[in-house]
């Protein structure tokens, strides 16, 4: 069974870095074809992926947060970590730790790959 | 970046009601849109993956199909539990963009 859970800070100060973990459970981070994600959603609103590192450490962001985001995996720790630079209270939002799940190939090209499971997601304010 | 759009934003249906949402991509996705439900304080939840593949545990109400540039989430006959909010997001390129959200609730 595939488990996330985030931990981290849930109150940090505008400009300051934002670390976030991800601990995995139930596969290994360097197993081929496994992505590790991070999604964050701001009260009321639709999510926001943010980041994505697959297992041969290849890595994809947002574009818009691009400049202000790091992703590392640690296969020893079972662990993603997401850092997130110079923090703004419209950074505030619950930010979700996610498994990048490929279907099943069809005539040799994998058609679908989804998100599932998700974490529970970690609550995170951006306030002074 | 590939923008999703959903419709409606909201809607309001009887119990035993068939419920219609739509998305559409700004860009070509093949077959890589997927379907979630969100419930109040819950992580969203796959439902539908590449268009029209339900996933294991999902109740066979829920169906996804394609036409022409929209995709569309049916539920052919909504129960109390169906209450949430749904996404579609699409897998095809990073980055890999959710729509708007379409919440359902009850008459």
């Known amino acids: 069974q595939i488990t996330l859970k985030e931990s981290g800070p849930t109150l940090v100060k505008p400009t300051q870095t934002l670390t976030l973990t991800c601990t995995v459970s139930?596969?290994?981070?360097?197993?081929?074809?496994?992505?590790v994600g991070w999604i964050r959603q701001p009260p009321g609103e639709a999510p926001e992926w943010l980041a994505l590192?697959?297992?041969?450490?290849?890595?994809r962001f947002s574009t818009s947060l691009k400049s202000r985001l790091t992703i590392t995996k640690d296969t020893s720790k079972n662990q993603v970590v997401l850092t997130m630079t110079h923090m703004d209270p419209v950074d505030t939002a619950t930010y979700f730790c996610?498994?990048?799940?490929?279907?099943?190939?069809?005539?040799?090209?994998?058609?679908?790959?989804?998100?599932?499971?998700w974490g529970q997601g970690i609550q995170v304010t951006v306030s002074a | 970046d590939i923008l999703m759009t959903q419709s409606p934003s909201s809607l309001s249906a009887s119990v035993g009601d068939r419920v219609t949402i739509t998305c559409r991509a700004s860009?070509?996705?093949?077959?890589?849109l997927n379907w979630y439900q969100q419930k109040a304080g819950k992580a969203p939840k796959i439902l539908i993956s590449?268009?029209?593949s339900l996933q294991s545990g999902v109740p066979s109400r829920f169906s996804g199909s394609e036409s022409g540039t929209d995709f569309t989430l049916t539920i052919a006959s909504v129960e109390p539990e169906d209450v949430a909010t749904y996404y579609c997001?699409?897998?095809?390129?990073?980055?890999?963009?959710f729509g708007p959200g379409t919440t359902v609730d009850l008459k």
């Open positions: 860009q070509y996705i093949s077959t890589y």
């Open positions: 139930g596969f290994s981070l360097s197993n081929s074809g496994v992505g």
């Open positions: 997001q699409q897998s095809y390129s990073s980055p890999f963009t």
């Open positions: 590449g268009i029209s």
């Open positions: 590192i697959y297992w041969d450490d290849d890595k």
């Open positions: 996610v498994h990048r799940q490929l279907g099943a190939k069809v005539r040799g090209i994998i058609t679908q790959n989804w998100f599932d499971p």
